[in-house]
């Protein structure tokens, strides 16, 4: 609901006209995606796929080594149905926690939003629309037409994945849902194929299925700082999260998820007989993670955390620095977290 929602707002107000989608396209190839995006929405695959799951998606023959794109399909809560797409995991944490206002093209930044979803046939580009009507294509749902778009702060264009992937996605959910007898379908582990295109999809996603066998784990050490004046003013006193010359140091495998690393810090400021705790996780100014959210929502590892270089941490209305260090090739330590200083008690 949260994606379709934004997909909604900043497609419907952003007053754009769109732009040639399908021009770089054969027409077999435009025929095969409106029949497959036509299968898509008269399967309507939200009614047993939860919003707020993910799939994991690959392509099956280029190695194993292949970046992962992650998608999720929309419509649960009535609104807009359709498929959104996102280029990596960080991408799609950003879109669920970094809720910091009304969604606009310039807040995209270069992410963009993407995704299928139906827009009128009288919003097509001209060029669109007669090609559209030469090769007889129908409308997907009344007078509305199924189509691959991304938003960014330069505009709409094609979504970044080529014609033949999205098809073959919209393809395949169907078939593989025709498969299972339960109404919620809450596990996906299988290979898709359609013409040329094979891809492997894992649902749902865990934002982990990138990282490399024997990857190094990743450090993380924050450094203290004074108090913040704020909570000074509030509480009375100087609420000390982590005073100068204390350090908090979390270690993990890469695939550790920002939850597992709140739940350590925590923990790590109770052994250290204090009060803290994680109340976010920011990269590049961005939230990715905060604490208010539930286990299984989308959170970035600390691999993604270590390629991001610029994270924050936010504990207590303070944002402490975090540099990040990759550990030995093959050396993933369970994950804990320290006070390697002594930490005040606070008054």
């Keep these: 609901a949260l994606l379709d929602e934004m997909l909604d707002e900043v497609g419907a107000g952003a007053g754009f006209d769109l732009p040639p989608l399908f021009a770089d396209d054969s027409d077999d190839d435009v025929r095969a995606y409106f029949d497959a995006a036509a299968r898509f929405y008269a399967a309507r695959p939200w009614e047993r796929l939860a919003g707020d799951r993910f799939l994991a998606v690959q392509d099956a023959d ?28 960080p991408d799609v944490c950003r879109m669920v926690h970094d809720r910091r206002g009304a969604p606009d093209l310039a807040a995209l930044g270069e992410a963009g939003l993407q995704g299928v979803t139906l827009y009128s046939e009288t919003d097509l580009n001209p060029a669109d629309a007669q090609r559209l009507e030469a090769l007889r294509i129908r409308p997907t749902s009344a007078h509305q037409l199924a189509l691959p778009l991304r938003l960014s702060a330069a505009g709409a264009s094609h979504i970044d994945p080529p014609l033949a992937w999205t098809t073959a996605l ?49 450090r993380l050490t924050i450094t203290g700082a004074q108090p913040n004046p704020k909570l000074e003013a509030m509480f009375g006193f100087a609420l000390e999260i982590l005073p100068p010359g204390a350090r908090l140091v979390v270690e993990g495998p890469p695939g550790a998820s920002a939850f597992a690393v709140g739940k350590a810090v925590r923990q790590a400021f109770k052994d250290a007989g204090s009060w803290g705790m994680l109340n976010a996780v920011l990269a590049g100014g961005h939230e990715l993670w905060n604490g208010r959210a539930y286990a299984t929502e989308p959170a970035p590892t600390l691999d993604d955390l270590f390629t991001a270089g610029d994270v924050t941490f936010l504990m207590g209305m303070v944002a402490f620095q975090a540099r990040a260090e990759r550990l030995a090739p093959g050396s993933a330590p369970e994950l804990r977290a320290e006070i390697v200083a002594p930490h005040p008690e606070t008054p």
């Excluded at 190695?63 to 809560?77: E, K, L």
Aim: glycine content about 14%; proline content about 8%; hydrophobic content about 40%.
């Design 170 to 218: 919209l393809a395949g959910l169907p078939d593989i849902l025709a498969k299972r007898r339960a109404a919620t379908v809450t596990s996906i582990k299988t290979t898709v194929a359609h013409g040329d295109v094979r891809l492997t999809l894992r649902y749902p996603a865990r934002g982990d299925e990138g990282l490399a066998p024997g990857l190094g784990g990743v």
């Design 62 to 89: 280029a190695g194993p080594g292949a970046p992962w794109t992650y998608a999720s399909v929309m419509g649960q809560m009535d609104d807009q149905p359709g498929l959104s797409v996102f280029r990596t995991w």
